[in-house]
């Protein structure tokens, strides 16, 4: 009986866990003050996939989209 109890309360909060869990995105910052200095960073970084989030002053947030080529 108080081993089924401890399941009970185990499972739950494992399945929570589990679900609540993020995918990790790599987005960095990027100092680039031409697009071909954006391009060599984020090639650097991500490889040929990468997407560009924002655009700032002289400040380019990207992401990378998958495993680095």
Avoid: Q
């Avoid at 089924?4 to 990790?24: F, H, Q, R, V």
């Amino acid at each position: 009986m108080m081993k089924k109890k401890w399941i009970m309360l185990i499972l739950p909060a494992i399945w929570l866990g589990s679900a609540c869990e993020t995918a990790k995105t790599s987005s960095f910052y990027v100092k680039a003050r031409n697009p071909e200095e954006l391009k060599v960073h984020a090639f650097e970084r991500c490889g040929r996939k990468y997407k560009v989030l924002a655009y700032e002053d002289d400040t380019v947030r990207i992401e990378c989209l998958g495993k680095k080529d």
